[in-house]
């Protein structure tokens, strides 16, 4: 499975997203309110787990991390 087939399964399944039609891997998970600032912690533990990856706040801020592609991206870069 790849980085961001993992992400996506867990965040459909952690914020009982289901098989909605609105969510796929380009979609901006906090402004379509798939996911809070909350949730956004919890992924990054997630991510950071699975992968054991460190994501820090430099990476926060240089890249964009809304969509779940844009999240694998990062985590692709660090493994």
């Known amino acids: 499975m790849s980085v961001a087939e993992t992400i996506s399964e867990y965040v459909k399944e952690h914020f009982e997203i289901g098989d909605d039609p609105d969510f796929n891997n380009d979609v901006h998970l906090f402004n379509e309110g798939f ?9 990054i533990h997630f991510i950071e787990q699975t992968y054991n990856v460190e994501v820090t ?5 240089l890249f964009p991390m809304n969509t779940v592609n844009e999240i694998a991206a990062v ?3 660090k493994i």
């Open 35 to 43: 996911v809070d600032s909350f949730g956004a912690v919890e992924i």
């Open 57 to 61: 706040q430099k990476d926060i801020t």
């Open 75 to 77: 985590v692709e870069s």
